[in-house]
């Protein structure tokens, strides 16, 4: 009886914990959130207000362009829209580019014997560890010289190579789960080398691809100090447009968390779906679970 | 294609690509370490070559220490409170319960959520006329200033500690469900108590997975930029400046493309250095490292 009621007691602790933790982690997301759908007056409250009635103006203040002008500001015009469609394009090519290429090279690293492999996959790995700040010095030098600052081919490219260490190793760790067997059977099917890995393996790897394509999404879509240096108004990324109220005063905090919510809103939605492959992700493709 | 060239094939495009836009501009920035050089002087002006007088300057220079001296705080504190609350939040998630999925999804968002964009909305929260946070603390009859020299470097910690802790909570949970039951179950049998299996079964087990998640964040930690440039911008007067922001402002503030290249690679060599002693541990089987350390559970 008593044994019983410790564990009870033990139980709800462990309980109050995790959700106290869970709500410290939510809270800024939450606030986020909550502050995108006040009114000026509302957020900047004092004590902050849990209740309030909702505006969708800062939304309106992203896409219409258009600002409420009842406290005597300004109307402050942004090209959010514009900004959003670079992210999702130097985002998207970027990544089919890396998942291409990884694939193929995971592939070949993962069936066959190359002399020196595991100096070359630890050298594609290495290129991922390098500080994005050292390597920047020499990147905007040869993005000078060779008229690619600000381009979106640029960015794409530059994302391409980021993504490319981190796309080879997941990729290698999926398809090493795939059974050998399924090739070789197509193989003495008469099936060439390429056309066993397209009709047999590739079908198999989709799901890790899908997967390694939304971490590599991932991290083009949240990538700044690159974009910041090299990229000017045509081919901004969101996050270097956010970085932009460094330093200024009188911040139209409506319009940024609105801006933030959209941008983040992504980024959500995909940490849900991938929750079976978030370790993975994290980890290189090391640990498999 | 015979199978022979077709593997070299497949493998092409990625060194390609990886050759040219990293090892290339790495060799450029190499050579124009040893050159006196700016990119805002004019074409006409040829680098004057300077030997390794870039890599004296840098070296000797206080700020640089000063600035390596605010890397290593930041880096040794928000390594070690994250894997604090990471391993905290990963004891307390290791049991099986309803939605526990969900909720370790959950803690995990701020990790996949853009640096910038939590670094922009906390200088919101933690403003210190209408912040959240001033509100929290103000209940409990406190008063706090994050932007000051003392507090500023502890205020970006929990920032990454609130972005990070769910990694290494991640990454531990997985070291602990990894942990073989039937050592536990004999342990029952000998009626070790909790601690003694913590210590003689779990921790044993769970080191690799370990000294991996502290590595990684060790290094990420070290190359921090744009949290830090976005909340703090290095102030208050280079109380947060940590080195990636230092090296920013020489080669992209000042523009001394030739001294920014040298520091650039004191930095790659640090770095270097640090992933070595990582893809090593990558490198060795988790599983394998768990069976010898049962061995010596069993000894």
């Not at chain 2, 999925?101 to 803690?107: G, L």
Request: charge should be positive.
């Amino acid at each position: 009886m008593r044994r019983s009621n410790k564990k009870t007691i033990l139980r709800t602790i462990r309980f109050v914990m995790i959700a106290l933790a869970t709500i410290v982690f939510v809270f800024p997301i939450y606030w986020m959130f909550v502050t995108s759908f006040k009114t000026r007056v509302d957020m900047f409250a004092m004590p902050p207000k849990w209740v309030f009635t909702p505006t969708l103006e800062n939304y309106m203040d992203v896409f219409l362009k258009v600002h409420y002008t009842i406290y005597g500001l300004t109307p402050t015009p942004t090209d959010f829209d514009r900004f959003l469609f670079n992210s999702v394009l130097i985002s998207l090519s970027s990544v089919a580019l890396s998942v291409g290429f990884g694939t193929l090279a995971a592939y070949s690293f993962s069936r066959f014997e190359l002399k020196g492999k595991d100096t070359w996959l630890f050298f594609i790995l290495s290129t991922r560890m390098l500080p994005p700040i050292a390597v920047l010095v020499p990147m905007f030098l040869m993005y000078r010289t060779l008229g690619l600052m600000n381009t979106h081919i640029g960015l794409i490219l530059l994302y391409t190579m980021f993504n490319l260490s981190f796309a080879v190793w997941m990729m290698k760790g999926f398809i090493d789960e795939i059974p050998k067997e399924l090739e070789e059977a197509a193989m003495i099917d008469g099936y060439s080398r390429i056309r066993a890995f397209i009709k047999a393996t590739l079908p198999q790897a989709l799901t890790g691809m899908a997967a390694t394509a939304v971490f590599c999404l991932i991290t083009s879509w949240n990538e700044f100090a690159f974009a910041y240096v090299t990229s000017g108004f045509e081919s901004r990324t969101v996050p270097v447009s956010l970085a932009r109220i460094r330093g200024e005063s009188g911040i139209n905090w409506g319009l940024i968390t609105a801006s933030e919510v959209i941008y983040l809103m992504p980024v959500i939605i995909f940490t849900f779906l991938m929750q079976r492959y978030l370790l993975r992700g994290v980890t290189f493709g090391t640990i498999k679970k | 294609m015979d199978e022979n060239r077709l593997k070299w094939f497949l493998i092409t495009p990625t060194v390609i690509i990886l050759l040219f836009w990293v090892i290339y501009p790495l060799l450029w920035s190499l050579g124009l370490s040893f050159y006196n050089y700016s990119v805002m002087q004019a074409f006409a002006a040829k680098p004057t070559f300077v030997g390794i007088q870039n890599y004296l300057d840098v070296l000797s220079d206080p700020v640089t220490w000063s600035r390596f001296q605010v890397t290593a705080r930041f880096v040794v504190l928000a390594v070690s409170v994250e894997f604090v609350i990471g391993f905290i939040l990963a004891l307390l998630l290791i049991e099986e319960f309803r939605g526990k999925r969900i909720i370790i999804t959950t803690i995990l968002i701020p990790m996949m959520a853009a640096p910038i964009a939590i670094g922009v909305f906390f200088r919101f929260v933690l403003d210190e006329t209408f912040g959240v946070t001033t509100y929290f603390l103000s209940l409990f009859g406190l008063g706090f200033k994050w932007y000051t020299p003392t507090n500023v470097i502890p205020s970006v910690v929990l920032v990454d500690a609130w972005m990070w802790s769910p990694f290494m909570m991640l990454i531990i949970l997985a070291g602990l469900t990894a942990v073989p039951k039937y050592l536990y179950e004999a342990a029952d049998i000998d009626r070790a108590s909790w601690w003694m299996k913590f210590r003689y079964i779990t921790v044993p087990t769970i080191k690799p997975i370990l000294a991996i998640a502290l590595l990684f964040r060790t290094m990420d930690a070290f190359k921090l930029f744009d949290l830090i440039f976005i909340l703090t911008d290095g102030g208050p007067g280079g109380a947060s400046e940590t080195i990636s922001l230092h090296l920013y402002r020489i080669a992209f503030q000042y523009f001394y493309t030739g001294k920014g290249s040298a520091l650039a690679y004191v930095l790659l060599v640090i770095i270097i250095v640090l992933s070595n002693i990582y893809v090593r541990f990558l490198t060795r089987r988790p599983v394998e490292t768990f069976q010898s350390s049962e061995t010596i559970v069993e000894v």
